[in-house]
C-alpha cells in the first residue's frame, strides 16, 4: 500500500520559516518526481515544488523560487520543504504528491500525480 505522510505544517506570522515533510512508502521511490502542491480556499490545486528521487533535479512555481527550497533524504525515503520568507498568500493546504516527471508539477496538471498525502495546513498571518 503506497502511504505518503506528511508533517510540519502550521501557523506563522509573515517573514516566519516553517519546513514539510513527506515520507514515502509502498512503492518504487527512485522513480518518481516528489513534491508538493497547495490549495486556497477557493482556488485551484497548483504545483509548487517537485524534486527527482533519483537525480536531485528540482522545479518550482515561480511565486515561490527564491523562498522555498526542496530536498530530500532517500536513505529516509523522505523529501522536505523549507518554507522561507512567508508570505499570507502561502495560506493553504499543502499535499505531498508523486509523479512520473516534474511537468505534473510546474503545468499544476494535477490529474498527472500518481500519489497524495492527506494534506497538512500551512497559515501565515500578516
Known amino acids: 500500500q503506497v502511504q505518503l505522510v506528511e508533517s510540519g505544517g502550521g501557523s506563522v506570522q509573515a517573514g516566519g520559516s516553517l519546513r514539510l515533510s513527506c515520507a514515502a512508502s509502498?512503492?518504487?521511490?527512485?522513480?518518481?518526481?516528489m513534491g508538493w502542491f497547495r490549495q486556497a480556499p477557493g482556488k485551484e490545486r497548483e504545483g509548487v515544488a517537485c524534486i527527482y528521487t533519483n537525480g536531485g533535479s528540482t522545479t518550482y512555481a515561480d511565486s515561490v523560487k527564491g523562498r522555498f527550497t526542496i530536498s530530500q533524504d532517500n536513505a529516509k525515503n523522505t523529501v522536505y520543504l523549507q518554507m522561507n520568507s512567508l508570505k499570507p498568500e502561502d495560506t493553504a493546504m499543502y499535499y505531498c504528491?508523486?509523479?512520473?516527471?516534474?511537468?505534473?508539477?510546474?503545468?499544476?496538471?494535477?490529474?498527472?500525480?500518481?500519489?497524495w498525502g492527506q494534506g497538512t495546513q500551512v497559515t501565515v498571518s500578516s
Open positions: 509502498g512503492y518504487t521511490y527512485s522513480r518518481n518526481c
Open positions: 504528491a508523486a509523479a512520473r516527471t516534474q511537468t505534473a508539477f510546474y503545468y499544476s496538471n494535477y490529474g498527472a500525480v500518481g500519489y
